[in-house]
């Protein structure tokens, strides 16, 4: 038995071992601290990455904005700091910081420069994703930070360092918040700033962690107390941090499964022949969701919504209110006539020439918007977009129209109507795109 664990040991030990291909201190320490300040070359590479970035956001090219994050230089004062903190080089914390703020401000002043002067001012996709930062930013920021110190820290060095730049993402964030300050949008400054702090935090947590482990000499505070305070502000920066990435991501991951079990209820147990489901909003709060539908066609009985509502918790929607509207006599309901004037308008607009199967139109799939909207409208209280199937009674032919159903807090003025309807029609490549505000 005792063989047994010690080859398992050894195993262990050979696959798993940080010690045997490990660089020299002296040298891991010396070759941080050269990649630590920003002039010269390293801050004119910073902001040629910074504008190419911008770009990417921009144009929401995937392949640019990657590129961008391979050149920039932003890494070295990250792990600059978390090795200060893990050898207890207070001098080279101060270097790093001073050198990191510097780097940080220019970007962000490079940024809204661009974003200023770039003819094109809507909010890409790959923008809007790097506003609602979450639990997995933290989870992806630690993971690369650990990977690019050990890949630092070896004799050989690997293709982990780039690897680490492009997941970590640290230049996206910060031309984001170029873009906030360029359009006025506060929350995107706000969002993207806090995205960017988490990655340099938890890179900085990642690198002390492995710099610990590793058991780098430490330099020795003079004054007790004064060591035991700047760790304990450390920890207190990292919970800080940490906290609110951490309720982000309950209220994504549980806002997302409401959603889910919302639509398999609609599609399995609203599949009428003659009544159709026009619009859907998926209501989610704290103080309990809803599900608020708009049918049209032959109006269901008291029964059958009574009836409806008691399968809610076999799809564990047991504390969701289901409300449906359908006739054109409630309060509340929407007026049936100023959806049937847009959705004609639309028809005869349309050309007559076009084609495209209605048939498949139909049923292509509406992509998530609710993180886009959200960043875009933060007024926006819910929406829903669906294609709608046109018969034409004189020549039997169909048409389709993406009809969208947005309700504000407050009302929207004019002519952010039209750029909205300009954005989810170049959003959602929809032909005949109508819009239906309920304010």
Known sequence: ???????????????????????????????????????????????????????????????????????????????????????????LVKKAGRNLAIAT?????????????????????????????????????????????????????????????????????????????????????????????????????????????????????EDKAYGSR?????????????????????????????ENNARAFIEKELSYSNTQVITRNYKYSRKGNEIDLLLLGKELTALQIDSLRKKLPAYKLEKTQLKIRQGLNAKNELDFSQIKASILEAVYKKDSTGKEDAYQRINMPIPDLSKELKSLYPELVNYSINNIEIKHLDTNRLDTVTLAFLNFRHPVANTERIRLQRWLKSRLKADSLKLIFDN
């Open 1 to 91: 038995m005792n063989e047994i664990y010690l080859a398992i040991k050894r195993f262990l030990h050979y696959r798993f071992s940080l010690i045997e291909d490990n660089a020299e201190e002296t040298d891991t320490i010396e070759s941080i601290r050269k990649n630590v300040e920003f002039k010269g070359a390293n801050l004119w590479t910073l902001i040629f990455a910074i504008f190419i970035a911008s770009i990417g956001l921009n144009v929401n090219s995937t392949a640019v904005i990657i590129g961008a994050m391979l050149i920039s230089p932003l890494m070295g004062p990250i792990m600059g700091v978390g090795l200060g903190i893990g050898i207890n080089d207070i001098e």
């Open 230 to 258: 700047v760790r304990r502000y450390i920890l207190i920066i990292v919970l800080i941090t940490a906290a609110p990435s951490v309720f982000l991501a309950y209220r994504i991951v549980d806002r997302s499964i409401f």
């Open 105 to 221: 401000v220019i970007s962000i002043i490079t940024s809204t420069l661009y974003f200023w002067i770039t003819p094109l001012h809507d909010a890409s996709s790959e923008l809007l994703a790097r506003t609602s930062p979450s639990i997995w930013d933290v989870f992806i920021a630690g993971l690369g930070g650990l990977a690019g110190i050990i890949a630092a820290t070896r004799k050989e060095k690997s293709n982990a360092i780039p690897g680490v730049a492009i997941a970590t993402a640290l230049m996206p964030p910060l031309c984001t918040a170029g873009y906030g300050l360029a359009s006025g949008n506060i929350y995107f400054f706000i969002g993207a700033m806090y995205l960017y702090f988490i990655n340099s935090v938890f890179i900085c947590v990642a690198t002390y962690l492995i710099v610990r482990y590793l058991n780098f000499h430490k330099k020795e505070f």
